[in-house]
């Protein structure tokens, strides 16, 4: 009974950041009575919005030294569709890319954004930040979170922004070649806790991999992600309660 309780709770958390749909459920924002810190009184599964102690995002302060294991991305497929689902712009991969932590497999499924960034670095709040969103073969979540910074336009980005819908609810067919790698920054070192989803249901043990080192991007096209979203789409930082950051 256990297992399948697991296993239904990690199904839900993968629809929750897969779906194509504006709402399945209680409908959420980033401002008035939708906004975060509202989401946990929207719905009963959206407790943990409210309730949960290992929470996303955070400001990454007083990090311990825990020597990690490197990271080796296996991103080999391409980008299959991008989605504007109200509330971000998504990239669907085809199967078969992955993020091996030590001795754990991820496959990746998806990439999203954030402007501003949702997490923080030792204080500092970045103009936008891409989620990779990966799944082991148990259900469990991994998310390889990069930062950007302002500077010289970033060419995955282009790529992904020439083909971005513009309203709500539309998808495209990603057409060309596009893989994962094309958005991370030269050096994979990174910072690593226990957290949870950044939209609804909140849920929790996720974990998170925020890597060091920044990507540039285009102040252009932070402007054109800002402009088809209409609002800004970042969840507040959480408090880190008893969880440690390691490096």
Not at 41 to 48: I, N
Not at 76 to 102: D, R
Not at 135 to 159: C, K, P
């Amino acid at each position: 009974m256990k297992r399948v309780v697991l296993h239904l709770a990690c199904a839900a958390m993968l629809s929750s950041i897969t779906s194509l749909a504006l709402a399945e459920g209680p409908h959420w924002g980033y401002d008035g009575d939708e906004a975060p810190a509202n989401w946990g009184k929207l719905a009963p599964e959206y407790a943990l919005c409210t309730q949960g102690k290992n929470q996303s995002p955070v400001n990454i302060e007083g990090v311990s030294d825990a020597k990690l294991p490197a990271l080796r991305f296996e991103y080999t497929t391409s980008v299959t569709e991008v989605i504007n689902n109200g509330h971000t712009i998504q990239a669907n991969f085809a199967p078969g890319s992955f993020l091996n932590i030590g001795t754990r497999k991820f496959q990746l499924v998806q990439i999203h954004f954030h402007a501003p960034s949702e997490n923080f670095i030792t204080g500092k709040q970045y103009p936008l930040e891409g989620h990779l969103v990966h799944q082991d073969a148990s259900g469990a979540l991994a998310v390889v979170a990069v930062m950007f910074e302002s500077g010289a336009d970033q060419h995955a980005i282009s790529q992904l922004w020439h083909q971005m819908p513009e309203h709500a609810g539309d998808s495209i067919p990603f057409g060309g070649k596009l893989t994962a790698t094309a958005f991370l920054p030269a050096h994979h070192d990174y910072y690593y806790f226990s957290g949870s989803l950044t939209t609804p249901p909140c849920s929790e043990g996720v974990s998170w991999v925020v890597l060091k080192q920044p990507v540039k991007v285009g102040d252009a096209q932070i402007k054109q992600f800002s402009a088809v979203l209409h609002h800004p789409n970042n969840r507040p930082v959480q408090p880190l309660n008893a969880r440690i950051v390691v490096d």
